[in-house]
């Protein structure tokens, strides 16, 4: 049989097919729920009360999934994280900074750095894909930079301040698919920047920063030196909008109203607590049946490093390529392995959107698959 040839039944398949890691599932109630502000949200200035009222709930939504700490602000802006690297770079490192690179999105704001000619050259501590690599305390480091959830590996690491960093010494942590899934101290951090297309079940586009006090004086005092910051990246800016619960430019209302949506929803089932709960179960599902499973292994070999938001699954003796082309065929779309790594795997998001029990359907799937293409 040719991939395509194969028909899954209806009765095995999971409610909902969408797997991927970012774009992720978006809930049906939450597009319901756009669709009936159509004509008096959508379409409408954001400089008026109708699109601030709804950065004001997101931002709020935020705060309370977070349990966001005294002092500490919700600040966003357009461009998604990639665009907050730039930022960072330009507003927040002063002279040196530090990373853990264990992946292809924390190697991404290692560039940004590297290449800001007004930067001295970064520490950068590298590990493979499939481990982690960690923030060691260094005299002169002014800011520590790291990753909750390396999307491009599942490989999750916990938030933890760096013991021995110099005095006032920042560290950022990119949570774009960790933040949501993953458990987290806020206090443990000074910036958690994340976006809303992963575990918030939005769409992409803006970036949202979660900073502290340090962070937020960080940003005032490097713009006060008088460097250079293109007005697109001005994080000064980008706080002093986010005050007035607007941005710089224009945002995509949608992906502001969408995530705004989500956030309640998550509140309303239990925050944060209950979120990792869910991407626990999922989690459990699937490493559990790559475990039992004859031709499929966790490709993260040390178990407390597995990611309960992004699971990488390697497969021996059946194309991985193949499996994920039935099952887009089938409706069950996005399970491709992050390109770069280049394994024959197969990855699935574990977002809080994504229901456990289609997770557990989504094994099924891949078994009735493997069995007719082998
Ligand atoms: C998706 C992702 C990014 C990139 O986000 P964009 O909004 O597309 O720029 C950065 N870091 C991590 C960990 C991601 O998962």
Known sequence: MTVTDIRIPDEIKPVDGRFGSGPSKVRPEGVEALSAVSRTFMGTSHRQKTVKNQVARMRRGLAEFFSLPDGYEVILSNGGTSAFWDTAAFGLVRDRAQFAEFGEFGAKFVKAVVDAPFLSSPTVHQAPGGQAAFLTAE??????????????????????RVAGADEGALLLTDATSGGGSLDVDLRETDVYYLAPQKALGSDGGIWLALMSPAALDRAFSIKSSGRYIPQFLDLVTAIEQSRLEQTYNTPALATVFLAAEQLDWMNAQGGLSWAVKRSAESAAAIYGWADRSSFATPFVTDPALRSAAVATIDF???????????????????????RKLGRNQLRIALYPTVDPADVAALTTCIDYVVERLA
Do not use: F, M, Q, W
């Open 316 to 338: 021996e003796g059946v194309d991985a390529a193949a499996i994920a082309a039935t099952l887009r065929a089938n409706d069950i779309v996005d399970t491709e392995p992050y």
């Open 139 to 160: 005299a002169g480091v002014d800011v520590y930079a790291s990753v909750h959830n390396e999307t491009s590996t599942g490989v999750a690491v916990p938030v933890r």
